[in-house]
């Protein structure tokens, strides 16, 4: 069966291979699952058992070190010399001179507060206005560069903020788009996320060309990490609990009912009946690690290389408290756990 994708009911497109197939990858069949927006520092901590913090660093240093940035600031001296803008009138008081239609009631209570001088007028100067859609995104792509640099440093200290190259790279970006996002062009632009509207005119309109490394820049910070990053974080054993994992709800889902999308709570993920746990958060759930599937704790050794059966099924069940438990060292361990999690369902 080659690769492919096909259309889940809520618009997402799912992971078509299923374990068996060639070139079946369980980190990308569960990737394709996880419920649609997330929160990428609370969804990639529980999957790879990572502190937020340092989730936090990591998302921060790959923003604000990306080709999209590097391209963003790179270009910002074209940018600035292309903005869009539009026009605007503003009453100007002019003496000798005019410059704008002359608002004639403005101009009469003007005078009468001067001694009658002739030579004042109040008029409706044209002037640029620079606060529009098209810079809003601009400026939102600066100050996303600055507070993912600025995140990506936070909790680093020491040699390694001045010897890291990657550490180097983030606060140089940060402070280039913090200055940048103070150019006197900009700097009365509205602050904020912008809106879908916003970023749909900038894409489309007259100048979209110049302002593509925005958009582009706010589309990595939208999606910050891929697939692939987020696989190489995890470690052998957390890879081993994934495989185990999605190998259960294939079992689950052979009957014809598909569990609904994973969504992150707290340190953990849910689907249906479903719990995953990373040991590395155990600490924070009173000991539980491992997968839950209705009333039993499934999990793999903690040696893969040389699995101990008895002394993995006794710390299994110390964790396992007053649920049954099954430790998952051969395919047959699965079919054992998901009939020992029916048989416990319909008791």
């Known amino acids: 069966m080659s690769l492919g994708a096909e259309e889940r009911t809520d618009g997402e497109v799912a992971y078509a291979l299923v374990p068996g197939d060639d070139g079946y990858d369980a980190f990308d069949d569960l990737w394709s699952r996880l419920s649609t927006p997330f929160n990428v520092l609370a969804t990639v901590s529980v999957l790879t058992g990572l502190s937020r913090p340092a989730v936090g660093e990591l998302i921060g240093s ?23 803008t539009s026009m605007k009138t503003q009453a100007e008081r002019c003496i000798g001179e005019l410059r704008g239609p002359v608002l004639w009631s403005e101009t009469l209570a003007a005078r009468a507060s001067s001694f009658g001088d ?22 939102s792509a ?42 006197p062009s900009l700097a009365r632009v509205t602050r904020g996320k912008p809106s879908m509207r916003a970023l749909k005119r900038t ?65 953990s993920l849910y689907a249906g009946p479903v719990q995953y746990h990373h040991g590395a958060r155990a600490a924070d759930r009173n000991g539980l690690a491992g997968i839950v599937v209705g009333q039993v704790l499934v999990d793999v ?29 051969d395919e047959d361990d699965i079919d054992r756990a998901i009939a020992l999690a029916i048989d416990l369902a319909t008791a």
């Open 62 to 84: 790959v923003v604000a070190t990306s080709d999209e940035t590097e391209r963003l600031l790179d270009e910002f001296p074209r940018t600035i010399r292309s903005l869009a």
């Open 118 to 139: 002739e030579d004042l007028f109040v008029c409706a100067a044209p002037s640029r206005a620079y606060d529009i859609d098209e810079n809003r995104v601009l400026v």
């Open 142 to 183: 600066l100050l996303a560069v600055r507070d993912a640099g600025r995140g990506a440093v936070e909790h680093i200290g020491g040699h390694r903020r001045y010897q890291d190259p990657v550490v180097r790279a983030a606060i140089r970006n940060a402070n280039d788009a913090a200055r940048f996002s103070e150019h």
């Open 203 to 267: 894409r489309t309109g007259k100048k979209k060309a110049s302002y593509e490394p925005a958009v582009l820049t706010l589309e990595r910070v939208a999606h910050p990490l891929s697939t692939d990053d987020v696989r190489q974080l995890c470690d052998r054993r957390t890879a081993a609990q994934h495989k185990v994992l999605m190998h259960l709800v294939h079992r689950l889902e052979a009957g014809g009912s598909r569990l609904p999308p994973f969504r992150a709570e707290g340190q």
């Open 301 to 329: 050794p903690d040696r893969l290389a040389d699995p101990d059966r008895v002394a993995g099924e006794a710390a299994l069940g110390a964790r396992a408290g007053n649920r049954r438990h099954v430790l998952v060292v």
